[in-house]
């Protein structure tokens, strides 16, 4: 039986900078110097180098009617393509775009987009549909690129944990043929799959593993039991050690006092550490 696709609530990128590109949206609507205008659509043509890259077929479809019978709700956000005049490039909006040229609508009202356009186009993505794993981390990358953040300032900004944030990012170091089958995959392939497979060593075994997310034979607990365990030896050897011990005691005492600890009593400043020490057990449970 193939596996049913689990719709999910939003990113935490969208409930982190929602807010911030809500305003700058709204300044794009009062500014005077940036009034909806209408355009030809067949002048307009997509980003290029924006997250999303694939648009189910249904969600089209769906929006192409609602345009039909109710009209263009929400402006798209454009930005002047350089060096050709007219020309315009998408900066949020792409479904309606994709919607309107189905439903036969060949003008679209359009708002002037030339600030901070690729967060706008991220979150505007996040707004109407969760995107694929390997989208987001690209996004993400370029997100990073743009703004100047390490992965620590970037975790912060989108409201994940760094290890949370690294896990994703390693993603993109998978081959690219991989990634670009997952965008197209008849089998949805879960973020976790995703980062596991990342960290597995190049070679024949991860080629077969990736083969079998994209026929949707894998699941993230065979993955899991696959992976390569220490030799025995050297097993012996840690459980053994003088070092395992004293381990062993930190672990136990940070559990206990873990368990005393009131959520209702956390202040933001508790939590923060919080965050950073499951950053902290999160990177040592990676360890290979």
Not at 207 to 230: D, F, H, V, W, Y
Request: glycine share 6%; aromatic share 4%; hydrophobic share 35%.
């Amino acid at each position: 039986m193939s596996p049913i696709p689990r719709r999910k609530g939003p990113s935490p990128l969208m409930n982190s900078i929602g807010q911030r590109v809500s305003s700058l949206e709204s300044n794009f609507v009062s500014s005077n110097r940036n009034h909806s205008f209408e355009v030809d659509a067949s002048h307009v043509e997509p980003d290029p180098t924006q997250a999303r890259k694939t648009f189910p077929e249904a969600s089209i479809d769906e929006l192409a009617e609602s345009l039909k019978k109710h009209g263009q709700l929400a402006p798209v956000l454009l930005r002047p393509k350089p060096g050709e005049r007219n020309r315009w490039i998408i900066v949020a909006g792409e479904r309606r775009w994709r919607a309107a040229e189905r439903a036969g609508i060949h003008m679209l009202v359009a708002i002037k987009c030339d600030k901070a356009f690729e967060v706008a186009s991220l979150v505007e993505n996040l707004h109407r549909e969760n995107l694929n794993p390997v989208e987001e981390a690209y996004g993400i990358k370029r997100l990073m690129e743009k703004e100047g953040w390490n992965q620590r300032e970037a975790a912060k900004e989108i409201g994940k944990s760094p290890s949370e944030l690294s896990g994703l990012l390693r993603i993109i170091d998978l081959p690219e043929d991989f990634l670009s089958a997952v965008l197209t995959s008849e089998f949805p392939i879960s973020r976790n799959m995703l980062v596991e497979l990342s960290r597995l060593p190049d070679g024949p075994s991860r080629t077969a593993l990736m083969e079998r997310a994209l026929s949707g034979s894998l699941t993230i607990r065979e993955l899991r039991n696959g992976m390569q365990e220490p030799s025995s030896s050297k097993v012996s050897a840690s459980r053994n050690g003088p070092g395992n011990a004293f381990s062993g005691r930190l672990v136990d005492k940070l559990e206990t006092s873990l368990r005393k600890i009131s959520r209702d009593a956390l202040s933001e400043d508790d939590r923060g550490k919080l965050r950073t020490l499951s950053s902290l057990i999160a990177d040592l449970l990676d360890a290979r």
